[in-house]
């Protein structure tokens, strides 16, 4: 049977899959479309299987946000190239993900991936991560989401994709000056990469190793052990300044930390303002 060029087309436009795939997928299957569909995404599955060792870790970050602030979900998908993280097939697929992530209360990738993915009818999201890794020729996955729910949730999307927050603010609704503010502190998230909220959230066993650390240092400088106990605690607490959201200096007004921006935009609007929770993806960590 010839493969005529519409014939090419009208696959190509089914599958987003390239022309020499497409034309080769008819020929294999004698011009059957929906025959070629199957073949295509069996290569798909093909080459999920071939590159299932290798490791991705370019990929994107995408966020999606209930129209009333008050639920949000960030999303992380990998792939082998930044080339790839960077196609229409890549940013689509996250793109439709967080969107549907953000319909459905699921808590595990493996319970995303087993869902119908709604623009397949008949197919699930793994099966639609397996059609992108039959367009793009690398594998691709899923790593993690996070998703919030509460008084006003917030994201920010930083450096083309790569740095993505979400943030919980607490207090105040989803006004506009409370909105304003709590993109600032996503984005001061993005640039500052707090470990911890407060100190008093800070890992016990990370907060033990510094100050092991601050000790052995100050004990090599040879001063008497009262000074070496002020080394310390002075190392700790510029420790805590550059590990603790709202111990840190705002990113817009260094002369005030996060905590006192928290607190002015409160008094503004005459409510207590605080952060519930925050996380930060950054592709590839």
Excluded at 242 to 267: R, S
């Amino acid at each position: 049977m010839e493969i005529t060029a519409e014939m090419v087309k009208t696959l190509r436009e089914k599958t987003d899959a390239g022309m020499m795939d497409c034309k080769k997928a008819l020929k294999e299957t004698g011009g059957d479309l929906e025959a070629a569909i199957a073949y295509l995404r069996q290569k798909g599955l093909a080459v999920a299987s071939k590159r299932a060792g290798r490791g991705t870790s370019e990929g994107l970050v995408w966020a999606h946000l209930a129209p009333d602030h008050q639920a949000g979900v960030l999303l992380e998908v990998n792939c082998e190239t930044d080339f790839v993280a960077k196609t229409d097939s890549f940013q689509e697929l996250g793109s439709r993900l967080a969107e549907q992530l953000a319909a459905a209360a699921l808590e595990t990738v493996e319970e995303l991936l087993a869902q119908t993915a709604p623009h397949l009818p008949g197919l699930t999201v793994a099966d639609y991560v397996n059609d992108v890794i039959a367009k793009t020729g690398e594998k691709c996955h899923v790593r993690r989401f996070i998703r919030y729910q509460g008084d006003l949730v917030t994201a920010y999307i930083h450096h083309g994709g790569k740095i993505g927050v979400l943030l919980e603010l607490q207090g105040s609704g989803a006004t506009p000056e409370a909105l304003a503010a709590a993109k600032d502190l996503a984005m001061q998230v993005a640039a500052a990469n707090p470990l911890a909220l407060s100190q008093e959230e800070l890992s016990a066993d990370l907060v033990a190793k510094e100050k092991a650390i601050y000790e052995a240092q100050a004990a090599a400088s040879g001063k008497p052990a009262h000074i070496v106990e002020k080394m310390v605690a002075g190392r700790l607490e510029k420790f805590y300044k550059e590990v603790c959201l709202l111990q840190q200096p705002f990113v817009k007004n260094p002369d005030q930390t996060v905590a006192q921006f928290l607190k002015e935009v409160g008094q503004k609007l005459g409510k207590e303002l605080q952060v519930r929770r925050f996380t930060r993806y950054q592709v590839g960590t």
